[in-house]
């Protein structure tokens, strides 16, 4: 009976692939494609990607694009996410240091990231890394809260609380068909990350592209441990990292209006795992190897005057082995496997009855496995079914989104019993209101509920899994002003601004809860968080080539436990969220040197539950300055860039004895052919 | 009326000691001719692994005040490291073991360092986890998680021999001359130990094995030198159970204790032992219940606690033999701990914050009888 049902789900799977991949030969008809129009008040750059504008949303969304990523000088991709609003970025330290994005203190396992416009998963943690993503050939990087205006979309994408979408570059070409870039960079604690990138037209229509890198980094830094009178110097031990990527791309154009894509991209890397500090002990022996795979390819096209379709195709391969060894285990060391595998599929329509409105319809179906090495693994299997229909409506002064999200999830088991399955239903609705014809002032409020399941770790890791658990539950109201326009003579000044107050809570949380001898994962927290995020950004233009850039952004967040009245924690701040944070950037382009300096800062937040001083991780500020100069020689074109991070060596943790690195150097050479 | 002469006779205790000494010091140098009397009491927490977060307060059970981080303001704000597990008051100088920092700190009786003990095992470049203390005779005696059992010798405080036992030991007890060894195996689920390491306490020479339920943890020794063992079972279809091993022959007798899941032991005056009962319902919620029992009949003697207070969450169980008080720790984990004192008459006598995470073990400190070591 069972079997049957898995069957039927695999061909209905099967057949959705079929179906999305039919199209391309049915309709190869004329038609212009869409663009949503978007106001381009910056510079404009040969981009084939739209970049949707942060002030016109009606609900929060930030675009940092490869403009923003280069004037900032960051390198990396958590580097940049942190110059966004109500963003927590989780950081274990070093090159190797598992970084994760919270956003207004939901949780990294509410925020979706997807690698173009398609979902990144772990299964077993439910959290991405961001640390895995190269920033070299990364177009955009866009974070939404809630629910964005792009509804044309996976229904995946509409599920979380919040998504970070990185979008790469798709290969812009002079008159010889060939792009070469090669970039070597070079860091302190002996980081080595050479890169090569090649790219070639083949034909009017289609193009390929490959590229590789390869990040070694002992990443032996020292940090500085308080330990009463004595301030004992220290260097962080088996922290060093060896990681080689790679990706294929190829993209064409079929017919008329159909545009495909197919990536695939491998990882293969080691890294040693400090481990937090331990005071009096500084062994640390733990390692581990990743090796992850995936082939994805996607097909949009248009079907007639006012359908359009997109459909998507994924496998997902994900291998780790954790080591650690210690006398303390019978055999003298610890080996975990751990492989998960995803496949994957998508398919969303779009109708445009009229102008201005748009409605979309959106089903996703995965398939999830997990197989582990430890003792007493079920190997659960999942499928997720999502189904999203959605509608839009953009008049002049005035843009209303509405959304319903169903997601389905049954598993099964080889051992034991699986978690229930599980049905839940998530609406969201925004609207942007612009009251005014005079000025670009918007007003814009919005609401999401949204679900994480719980993740393979939670319903079944050894002795700590519930199968009872029910998923987290986490609503979103947002309410905001944005506004934008120019001043200045010929328009040479810009200005956005963008204030939004906020109310989530969490229900159900999923925490783990210690019991006398065993932890178990339980739904019993309830989290209240009340918040507010304001973005200012300014460019102004003098003489014919110099601009500057300030951005700047603070969010205060008060999230508190509110599970249980009588607890100890009753309205604490819950941990590693500050009730203050922000970052600036100002940002000096000239045709001699261009620089820029960014400031982050995060509050005093906890590192448990309970807010004693005991708890409390300090706040700090860390400041890096950047600066970098193109130059031809004959029909090649340099870059060299430079940065000093956190300059003024500051020491801070952002997780509780994780140290983060002092002062240190980064030198990039980027030739381009 | 019987609890107003005990109160009046701790007070009475508590003035004389007082009197001739500061809180923790005793004796100031001399040697008074003063039975063994509890001189104050220091609760170790445990902390949160990996938060470096150990730590203890000092609390006199005659006034009942507190004094919270003493190692801290001991030695100049330095902190006492990660996941301290146990702490035993021998002679004029305290031992803790700080497990996850592979660290034996010797301090004074103020908590002052006197000595950091690192070991390491031959072939080994790792520092060894201490766990547990007993002492015996003029030595201290600690289990290392990592499968062997230590001696201290108390002058040079330095461990002088090093036993291989078994997998992961938890606790170590002397018994009828014999050093007894619990090998929990705890990183090893499902295959939990099953056995107790008899040692030579002199030569620290392993004699023999003696096969026990799974997962052994706790042990205790009664007044006539049988040894008790609580086995902690596998957390699933193996329950935990208590045993008793008599030195003689080594011989086990699992007993039948109805109703009774046993978790923690403690030894109280003459023929009582006490013992935490905890199971889970179906919820995950724990159930405890408290109870003395009695080493003569080798049966249930009745409710430890019997005024009604309700004790939730117990994390830890210790006594005071002298003033017979019994400590019950417990927690959430996640905040501070909470120390239940329960006196002879199974009244609740003092309950109080423990000042830190996971409250382990409550060591009372004692001055006069013996000379000190």
Sequence with gaps: MQYSFWAFFKAVALFAVALSMLPATLFAQNKKRDTVVVRHLEESRITSVAKPSPTLQSAPVQVMDRTAIERLGVQELHEAVKNLAGVNIRDYGGIGGIKTVSIRSLGAQHTAVSYDGIAVFDI????????????????????????????????????????????????????????????????SFGTYNPSLLLEQRLGSRWSIGANADWVTSKGDYPFIIDNGRELEHLLRKNSDVNTLRAEINLWGSIGASGKFSLKASGLSGERGLPGSVVLYNQDAFERLWDKNGFVQASYNTALGEKWDLKSVLKYNYAWSKYYDESQRYPLGFVEDLYTQQEYYCSIATRFKPAEGVEVTFAQDLFYNTLDASIPECPFPERINSLTTLAGKYQGSSVTIVASLTNTYITEKVQKGDPAPDRNNLSP??????????????????????????????????????????????????????TWSDTFGKEESGWLSATLDGYYNSVEDKIVARPTLFIWKMMNIGKVQIAGADLSVTSRVRFGSDHS????????????????????????????????????????WNNPWVNLSYIISFVGEKYSLPLNVERNLIKGYAEHTISAYRDFNLRRVSFRLQGEIINFTNKMYDIIQYYPMPGRNFRLTLKIKI | MK???????????????????????????????????????????????????????????YTKELNYNIFERSNEGRKLGDTAQDMIAFGSKIYIAVYNSGVIFVTDLEGKVIKEIKTKATGSAANLS????????????????????GKIDTTSLTVTALAKVGDNPEQIKIAGEKLYVANSGGMNYPNYGKTLSVLNPVTMDVMSEVKVSDNPVYLESDSRGNLYVISMGNYNDVPSCLQIVNP???????????????????????????LVSSSYDANWNLIADYYIFDTNKKEIYGKLIKDGTRVENPYSLSADTLLTLIYIGTSDYVTNGQMYVIDAFGQMYHAFDTGGLNPITACPVTAGGQKDK
């Excluded at chain 2, 201490?130 to 059992?149: D, I, K, M, Q, S």
């Excluded at chain 2, 204790?257 to 403690?266: C, D, N, Q, R």
């Design chain 1, 124 to 187: 077993q943690s439910g959290q991405v890394d961001i640390g895995r993503f190269s920033l070299d050939n990364v177009e955009m990087i866009t974070l939404s809260i809630g629910q964005s205006d792009e509804i044309f979309k996976s229904a995946r994408m509409f599920a979380s609380a919040g998504t970070l979408n990185i979008t790469s570059s798709v290969p812009v070409f002079e008159e010889c068909g060939t792009n070469v870039i090669a970039r070597m960079k070079v860091g």
């Design chain 1, 428 to 481: 969201a609705l925004s609207i942007s209101w612009k009251p005014f014809k005079a000025t670009n002032l918007r007003i814009r409020a919005s609401y999401k509920m949204g679900y994480r399941a719980p993740t393979f770790n939670d319903l079944y890791y050894l002795r700590v899994g519930n199968t009872n658990l029910r998923p987290e539950r986490a609503d979103q109201y947002n309410l905001g002003l």
């Design chain 1, 548 to 587: 500057i850039t300030l951005s700047t952004n603070a969010s205060y967040q008060y999230a508190v436990d509110i599970s249980d009245p009588e607890s100890k924690t009753w309205r604490h701040q819950i941990p590693y969220t500050p009730r203050i944070s922000g970052a600036a950037n100002l940002a």
């Design chain 2, 3 to 61: 609890r107003t002469l005990l109160r009046l006779a701790i007070i009475a205790g508590a003035v004389l000691i007082m009197s001739s000494s500061s809180c923790l010091d005793p004796n100031n140098g001399k040697e008074p001719e003063i039975p063994l009397t509890t001189i104050g009491t220091y609760i170790l927490n445990n902390g949160n692994f990996g938060s470096n977060d150990a730590n203890f307060t000092a609390y006199n059970p």
């Design chain 2, 130 to 149: 201490p766990r547990f203390f007993t002492t015996w005779e003029n030595y201290v005696y600690v289990t290392f998680y990592e499968g062997y059992a």
């Design chain 2, 248 to 274: 003689n022959n080594d011989s086990v007798q699992k007993l039948e204790l109805e109703g009774i899941t046993p978790t923690f032991i403690a030894k109280g005056p003459g023929n009582a032992l006490y």
